[in-house]
């Protein structure tokens, strides 16, 4: 069982930056891929971000290319999402997730879920 906690959202202005954590309860959290998934209103929730066990590789969804990192500190139990150049559109509740599936990008690959972290941009 592991149970996310995630901090860091915020409401900020377009071109800023935030720093979203996961902070991971479990023994096992090196041996978890984390993710990162957003969900706008009335949208469905989708895809952000990867990384995987090891934190040698990460994925991410074509839209944050460049502009977000996502890192792993398996001593702390902590994942991060570094969101830089934000964007109006980025405005979504953000979601960390964790799975033993080896590098999932989909939603339904992912086993527990943190209860998201609002994320507000203003342009």
């Known amino acids: 069982q592991v149970q996310l906690v995630e901090s860091g959202g915020g409401l900020t202005q377009a071109g800023n930056s935030l720093r979203l954590s996961c902070a991971a309860s479990g023994r096992t959290f090196s041996s978890y891929t984390m993710g990162w998934f957003r969900q706008a209103p009335g949208k469905e929730r989708e895809f952000v971000a990867a990384?995987?066990?090891?934190?040698?590789?990460?994925y991410y969804a074509d839209f944050v290319k460049g502009r977000f990192t996502i890192s792993r500190d398996n001593a702390k139990n902590t994942v991060y999402l570094q969101m830089n150049s934000l964007k109006p559109e980025d405005t979504a509740v953000y979601y960390c997730?964790?799975?033993?599936?080896?590098?999932?990008?989909?939603?339904?690959?992912?086993?527990?879920w943190g209860q998201g972290s609002q994320v507000t941009v203003s342009s």
């Open positions: 990384i995987n066990w090891r934190g040698g590789t990460s």
């Open positions: 997730a964790a799975t033993t599936r080896y590098g999932s990008t989909t939603k339904s690959g992912y086993d527990y």
